[in-house]
T-cell receptor, first 111, second 117 residues
Framework: DAKTTQPTSMDCAEGRAANLPCNHS???????VYWYRQIHSQGPQYIIH???NNETNEMASLIITEDRKSSTLILPHATLRDTAVYYC????????????FGQGTRLTINP | KAGVTQTPRYLIKTRGQQVTLSCSPI?????VSWYQQTPGQGLQFLFE???????NKGNFPGRFSGRQFSNSRSEMNVSTLELGDSALYLC????????????????FGPGTRLLVL
Protein backbone atom coordinates (compact mmCIF):
# COMPACT_ATOMS: atom_id res chain seq x y z
CA ASP A 1 0.00 0.00 0.00
CA ALA A 2 1.15 3.53 -0.72
CA LYS A 3 2.19 5.63 2.23
CA THR A 4 0.52 8.85 3.23
CA THR A 5 1.82 11.99 4.88
CA GLN A 6 -0.40 14.16 7.05
CA PRO A 7 0.27 17.08 9.38
CA THR A 8 0.51 15.95 12.98
CA SER A 9 -2.04 18.44 14.25
CA MET A 10 -4.36 21.22 13.14
CA ASP A 11 -6.71 23.67 14.75
CA CYS A 12 -9.92 25.09 13.38
CA ALA A 13 -12.54 27.46 14.75
CA GLU A 14 -16.02 26.13 15.31
CA GLY A 15 -18.30 26.90 12.38
CA ARG A 16 -15.46 27.30 9.92
CA ALA A 17 -14.43 24.83 7.25
CA ALA A 18 -11.70 22.41 8.30
CA ASN A 19 -9.37 21.44 5.46
CA LEU A 20 -7.18 18.44 6.16
CA PRO A 21 -4.43 17.73 3.62
CA CYS A 22 -2.89 14.39 2.76
CA ASN A 23 0.03 13.58 0.48
CA HIS A 24 0.15 10.21 -1.26
CA SER A 25 2.69 10.79 -3.99
CA UNK A 26 3.33 7.06 -4.63
CA UNK A 27 -0.32 6.14 -5.09
CA UNK A 28 -0.95 3.71 -7.91
CA UNK A 29 -3.78 3.71 -10.40
CA UNK A 30 -5.99 1.19 -8.63
CA UNK A 31 -5.63 2.58 -5.12
CA UNK A 32 -8.45 4.48 -3.47
CA VAL A 33 -8.09 7.25 -0.92
CA TYR A 34 -10.02 6.57 2.29
CA TRP A 35 -10.60 8.84 5.25
CA TYR A 36 -11.48 7.67 8.72
CA ARG A 37 -11.59 9.53 12.00
CA GLN A 38 -11.23 8.34 15.54
CA ILE A 39 -12.73 10.16 18.44
CA HIS A 40 -10.93 9.45 21.67
CA SER A 41 -11.01 5.76 22.63
CA GLN A 42 -13.69 4.88 20.09
CA GLY A 43 -13.41 2.76 16.96
CA PRO A 44 -12.45 4.54 13.73
CA GLN A 45 -15.40 5.98 11.87
CA TYR A 46 -15.55 5.85 8.09
CA ILE A 47 -15.93 9.29 6.51
CA ILE A 48 -15.50 9.12 2.76
CA HIS A 49 -13.44 7.59 -0.03
CA UNK A 50 -12.65 8.27 -3.66
CA UNK A 51 -10.56 7.21 -6.64
CA UNK A 52 -10.02 10.26 -8.80
CA ASN A 53 -13.20 12.30 -8.82
CA ASN A 54 -14.16 14.64 -6.02
CA GLU A 55 -16.68 13.13 -3.65
CA THR A 56 -19.21 14.56 -1.22
CA ASN A 57 -21.45 12.98 1.36
CA GLU A 58 -23.34 14.13 4.40
CA MET A 59 -20.19 14.25 6.49
CA ALA A 60 -17.53 15.75 4.27
CA SER A 61 -16.09 16.45 0.84
CA LEU A 62 -13.00 14.87 -0.63
CA ILE A 63 -10.95 16.76 -3.17
CA ILE A 64 -8.35 14.71 -5.06
CA THR A 65 -5.80 16.47 -7.25
CA GLU A 66 -5.69 15.62 -10.92
CA ASP A 67 -2.38 13.78 -10.57
CA ARG A 68 -3.83 11.96 -7.53
CA LYS A 69 -0.73 12.67 -5.49
CA SER A 70 -2.60 14.54 -2.79
CA SER A 71 -6.06 15.08 -1.44
CA THR A 72 -7.95 17.29 0.98
CA LEU A 73 -10.75 16.34 3.32
CA ILE A 74 -13.13 19.20 3.94
CA LEU A 75 -15.50 19.40 6.89
CA PRO A 76 -17.65 22.32 5.76
CA HIS A 77 -18.91 23.60 9.11
CA ALA A 78 -16.80 22.14 11.87
CA THR A 79 -18.34 21.54 15.27
CA LEU A 80 -16.75 20.64 18.58
CA ARG A 81 -17.78 17.02 17.97
CA ASP A 82 -15.46 16.92 14.96
CA THR A 83 -12.44 17.01 17.27
CA ALA A 84 -10.69 13.72 16.50
CA VAL A 85 -7.71 12.09 14.84
CA TYR A 86 -8.22 11.92 11.08
CA TYR A 87 -6.56 9.17 9.08
CA CYS A 88 -5.91 9.29 5.35
CA UNK A 89 -5.33 5.81 3.90
CA UNK A 90 -4.69 4.59 0.38
CA UNK A 91 -5.73 1.07 -0.37
CA UNK A 92 -6.28 -1.29 -3.24
CA UNK A 93 -9.75 -2.55 -3.92
CA UNK A 94 -8.83 -6.13 -4.43
CA UNK A 95 -6.48 -8.56 -2.84
CA UNK A 96 -5.39 -7.64 0.63
CA UNK A 97 -8.07 -5.57 2.27
CA UNK A 98 -6.10 -4.50 5.30
CA UNK A 99 -5.98 -0.84 6.16
CA UNK A 100 -2.56 0.60 6.89
CA PHE A 101 -2.96 3.48 9.32
CA GLY A 102 -0.39 6.22 9.73
CA GLN A 103 -0.28 8.59 12.66
CA GLY A 104 -3.07 10.77 11.31
CA THR A 105 -3.88 14.42 11.97
CA ARG A 106 -5.15 15.44 15.37
CA LEU A 107 -7.81 18.04 14.57
CA THR A 108 -8.95 20.30 17.39
CA ILE A 109 -12.05 22.39 16.91
CA ASN A 110 -11.96 25.47 19.12
CA PRO A 111 -15.08 27.31 20.34
CA LYS B 1 -28.74 -1.90 10.55
CA ALA B 2 -26.92 -2.49 13.78
CA GLY B 3 -23.23 -1.77 13.65
CA VAL B 4 -20.28 -3.94 14.52
CA THR B 5 -20.44 -5.09 18.12
CA GLN B 6 -17.59 -6.25 20.29
CA THR B 7 -17.60 -7.95 23.66
CA PRO B 8 -16.45 -7.45 26.25
CA ARG B 9 -15.73 -3.73 26.10
CA TYR B 10 -13.19 -3.79 28.89
CA LEU B 11 -11.05 -6.58 30.25
CA ILE B 12 -8.31 -6.91 32.84
CA LYS B 13 -6.01 -9.92 32.79
CA THR B 14 -2.67 -10.86 34.30
CA ARG B 15 0.49 -11.92 32.54
CA GLY B 16 0.47 -15.49 31.35
CA GLN B 17 -3.29 -15.74 31.07
CA GLN B 18 -5.15 -16.09 27.83
CA VAL B 19 -8.06 -14.03 26.54
CA THR B 20 -10.79 -14.40 23.95
CA LEU B 21 -12.48 -11.40 22.35
CA SER B 22 -15.64 -11.56 20.32
CA CYS B 23 -16.88 -9.60 17.32
CA SER B 24 -20.26 -9.64 15.60
CA PRO B 25 -20.14 -8.02 12.15
CA ILE B 26 -22.81 -5.93 10.51
CA UNK B 27 -25.66 -8.18 9.37
CA UNK B 28 -24.85 -9.60 5.94
CA UNK B 29 -21.14 -8.86 6.16
CA UNK B 30 -18.92 -11.87 5.61
CA UNK B 31 -15.48 -10.45 6.25
CA VAL B 32 -14.06 -9.58 9.64
CA SER B 33 -10.69 -7.97 10.29
CA TRP B 34 -8.93 -7.41 13.59
CA TYR B 35 -6.62 -4.56 14.51
CA GLN B 36 -4.56 -3.71 17.56
CA GLN B 37 -4.09 -0.12 18.68
CA THR B 38 -1.40 0.93 21.13
CA PRO B 39 0.00 4.39 21.90
CA GLY B 40 3.43 3.35 20.65
CA GLN B 41 2.59 1.43 17.47
CA GLY B 42 -0.70 2.99 16.48
CA LEU B 43 -3.30 0.94 14.63
CA GLN B 44 -1.92 -2.32 13.26
CA PHE B 45 -3.61 -5.05 11.25
CA LEU B 46 -3.79 -8.46 12.89
CA PHE B 47 -5.73 -10.68 10.48
CA GLU B 48 -8.77 -10.96 8.26
CA UNK B 49 -11.30 -13.75 8.05
CA UNK B 50 -13.71 -14.42 5.23
CA UNK B 51 -16.04 -17.39 5.01
CA UNK B 52 -14.40 -18.99 8.03
CA UNK B 53 -10.94 -18.84 6.45
CA UNK B 54 -8.05 -16.60 7.36
CA UNK B 55 -7.29 -14.58 4.23
CA ASN B 56 -4.61 -12.22 5.39
CA LYS B 57 -2.34 -11.93 8.40
CA GLY B 58 -0.31 -9.13 9.89
CA ASN B 59 3.08 -9.32 11.55
CA PHE B 60 2.13 -10.62 14.98
CA PRO B 61 3.41 -13.65 16.90
CA GLY B 62 1.57 -16.94 16.91
CA ARG B 63 0.11 -16.15 20.34
CA PHE B 64 -2.46 -14.13 18.43
CA SER B 65 -5.01 -16.27 16.67
CA GLY B 66 -8.54 -16.03 15.48
CA ARG B 67 -11.40 -17.86 13.93
CA GLN B 68 -14.67 -17.16 12.21
CA PHE B 69 -17.91 -19.05 12.55
CA SER B 70 -20.47 -19.91 9.90
CA ASN B 71 -22.61 -16.93 10.97
CA SER B 72 -19.60 -14.65 10.31
CA ARG B 73 -19.05 -13.88 13.99
CA SER B 74 -15.40 -13.90 14.85
CA GLU B 75 -13.25 -14.42 17.89
CA MET B 76 -9.63 -13.62 18.49
CA ASN B 77 -7.51 -15.23 21.13
CA VAL B 78 -4.30 -14.12 22.73
CA SER B 79 -2.43 -16.73 24.73
CA THR B 80 0.30 -16.24 27.32
CA LEU B 81 -0.48 -12.56 27.73
CA GLU B 82 2.35 -10.08 28.03
CA LEU B 83 2.26 -6.55 29.40
CA GLY B 84 2.74 -5.23 25.86
CA ASP B 85 -0.52 -6.82 24.77
CA SER B 86 -2.39 -4.09 26.63
CA ALA B 87 -4.22 -2.32 23.84
CA LEU B 88 -7.49 -1.44 22.21
CA TYR B 89 -8.52 -4.35 19.99
CA LEU B 90 -10.72 -3.33 17.10
CA CYS B 91 -12.83 -5.40 14.81
CA UNK B 92 -13.97 -4.22 11.40
CA UNK B 93 -16.40 -5.81 8.99
CA UNK B 94 -17.11 -5.48 5.27
CA UNK B 95 -19.54 -7.22 3.02
CA UNK B 96 -16.96 -9.31 1.21
CA UNK B 97 -18.99 -9.20 -2.00
CA UNK B 98 -16.54 -7.10 -3.97
CA UNK B 99 -14.46 -8.98 -6.47
CA UNK B 100 -12.87 -6.04 -8.20
CA UNK B 101 -13.20 -2.41 -9.09
CA UNK B 102 -15.48 -0.94 -6.47
CA UNK B 103 -14.26 0.33 -3.13
CA UNK B 104 -15.42 -1.74 -0.22
CA UNK B 105 -15.56 0.04 3.07
CA UNK B 106 -14.64 -1.48 6.41
CA UNK B 107 -16.75 -0.46 9.38
CA PHE B 108 -15.27 -0.59 12.85
CA GLY B 109 -16.72 -1.62 16.16
CA PRO B 110 -16.15 0.25 19.42
CA GLY B 111 -13.24 -1.97 20.45
CA THR B 112 -12.28 -4.03 23.46
CA ARG B 113 -9.82 -2.39 25.80
CA LEU B 114 -7.52 -5.00 27.30
CA LEU B 115 -5.28 -4.25 30.24
CA VAL B 116 -2.64 -6.79 31.18
CA LEU B 117 -1.22 -6.49 34.69
Amino acid sequence: DAKTTQPTSMDCAEGRAANLPCNHSTISGNEYVYWYRQIHSQGPQYIIHGLKNNETNEMASLIITEDRKSSTLILPHATLRDTAVYYCIVRENQGAQKLVFGQGTRLTINP
Amino acid sequence: KAGVTQTPRYLIKTRGQQVTLSCSPISGHRSVSWYQQTPGQGLQFLFEYFSETQRNKGNFPGRFSGRQFSNSRSEMNVSTLELGDSALYLCASRSGLVLAGVGETQYFGPGTRLLVL
